[in-house]
């Protein structure tokens, strides 16, 4: 992969492991990569929980964050995205503004139930997230590289992206899901 600016996209459901996984990144990496959240992005919202005009503002927002992820990383900065795709909409859009940034996608899955364990356990989040997002999360998704994250540990899902990535594989799931989608040749 060229080592230029690009994104490692990590996807996956509430409590699939996708912040551990990069905080395990960035201390493994041989070059420094910026970890961006969704999450982080998203408590900046000025009311917690979500106001009802806050929610009708979410596609913007979205549109926003992934707007400005794209310009860092066309910057010539290396990216961590730590997201969850759950509807055609955020994926249409991520397609929209990706297409010309080489873009690495990793898909994480695990069970059911590892989820609600592992959403309990969180403070912040709601343990009905999981079934929410658990079916939507890769439905029309292609993945560069996916992991169980319920068989591997942080470290061991770092060393097989780093693996991969070190392989000198091109990034070709973002321009496959663009053909899917109706936007490629």
Do not use: W
Not at 28 to 38: A, D, E, K, N
Not at 165 to 183: I, K, M, V, W, Y
Request: hydrophobic share 35%; net charge positive; proline share 4%.
């Amino acid at each position: 992969m060229n080592r230029s600016g690009h994104i490692i996209l990590i996807n996956g459901p509430s409590g699939s492991g996708k912040t551990a996984l990069c905080r395990q990144l960035t201390n493994q990496l041989h070059f420094p990569y910026v970890h961006i959240s969704m999450d982080r992005f998203y408590e900046g919202l000025t009311q917690q929980p979500l106001t009802s005009l806050q929610r009708t503002c979410l596609p913007s927002i979205y549109q926003g964050f992934l707007a400005s992820v794209a310009a860092f990383a066309a910057a010539n900065n290396r990216t961590l995205l730590d997201i969850v795709l759950v509807n055609r909409a955020m994926k249409e859009a991520l397609l929209r503004h990706f297409s010309s940034i080489p873009t690495y996608l990793v898909g994480l899955n695990c069970s059911l139930e590892t989820l609600h364990k592992r959403n309990a356990a969180r403070t912040k989040r709601r343990i009905t997230l999981s079934i929410e997002q658990i079916s939507a999360v890769h439905e029309d998704m292609l993945y560069d590289l996916q992991l169980d994250t319920q068989t591997y540990s942080p470290n061991k899902c770092a060393d097989l992206v780093i693996q991969h990535l070190d392989s000198n594989c091109q990034p070709t799931a973002l321009s496959n899901l663009s053909r899917e989608f109706g936007h490629g040749p």
